[in-house]
T-cell receptor, first 115, second 107 residues
Framework: GAVVSQHPSRVICKSGTSVKIECRSL??????MFWYRQFPKQSLMLMAT?????????EQGVEKDKFLINHASLTLSTLTVTSAHPEDSSFYIC???????????FGQGTRLTVV | RKEVEQDPGPFNVPEGATVAFNCTYS??????FFWYRQDCRKEPKLLMS???SGNEDGRFTAQLNRASQYISLLIRDSKLSDSATYLC????????FGTGTSLTVIP
């Protein structure tokens, strides 16, 4: 299957700081990538759809000024959690797919802990 | 109403048992369907796509019933390594995830 690489896998940061998470599709071009958040024992919740060369589309209730998404190339999307708070602590996962109807491939996830 | 409804379980079954998971979806325009497996604290990994004709991969069989808007996954001869959470995923304008069904296979 295709490979999606996410970095870092784990990060601990102080309240008020910003954290950037990278998501790369290593062997295919992804015009669209997706960012999810998952709290313990809950399912993945879509935060936003990242579109190459244009603004991201955010799901209802997700603050676009807090979760900055940049999709600068066909193989890289970044999520920046700005002014992080302890309640932002979660498992963040990106995914990408080759086509509109094909399966999604997930990055390894980033476990964010804000202290 | 949730886009995808899935029994969260947990399912605790002995090794060698056959276990079935079900999932229903609300949007009849859904175009593609998948089962993913997620291990604790890891990312979801594709288990198999689901087609109307049904498809089988070793001990795993997936079925789609468009008329009833229903997807199933059957695992035969369960192994300890099958213990995980199984996510039903439905795609139309985006991917919609079920809450996942937790499976524990007991020795």
């Amino acid at each position: 299957g295709a490979v999606v690489s996410q970095h870092p896998s784990r990060v601990i940061c102080k309240s008020g700081t910003s954290v950037k998470i990278e998501c790369r599709s290593l062997d295919f071009q992804a015009t669209t990538m997706f960012w999810y958040r998952q709290f313990p024992k809950q399912s993945l919740m879509l935060m936003a759809t990242s579109n190459e060369g244009s603004k991201a589309t955010y799901e209802q209730g997700v603050e676009k000024d807090k979760f900055l998404i940049n999709h600068a190339s066909l193989t890289l999307s970044t999520l920046t959690v700005t002014s992080a708070h302890p309640e932002d602590s979660s498992f963040y996962i990106c995914s990408a797919r080759k086509g509109a109807l094909t399966e999604a491939f997930f990055g390894q996830g980033t476990r964010l802990t804000v202290v | 109403r949730k886009e995808v409804e899935q029994d969260p379980g947990p399912f605790n079954v002995p090794e060698g048992a056959t276990v079935a998971f079900n999932c229903t979806y609300s949007n009849s325009a859904s175009q593609s369907f998948f089962w993913y497996r997620q291990d604790c604290r890891k990312e979801p990994k594709l288990l198999m796509s689901v087609y109307s004709s049904g498809n089988e991969d070793g001990r795993f069989t997936a079925q789609l019933n468009r008329a009833s808007q229903y997807i199933s996954l059957l695992i035969r001869d369960s192994k300890l390594s099958d213990s995980a959470t199984y996510l039903c995923v439905v795609n139309y304008d985006q991917f919609y995830f079920g809450t996942g069904t937790s499976l524990t296979v007991i020795p």
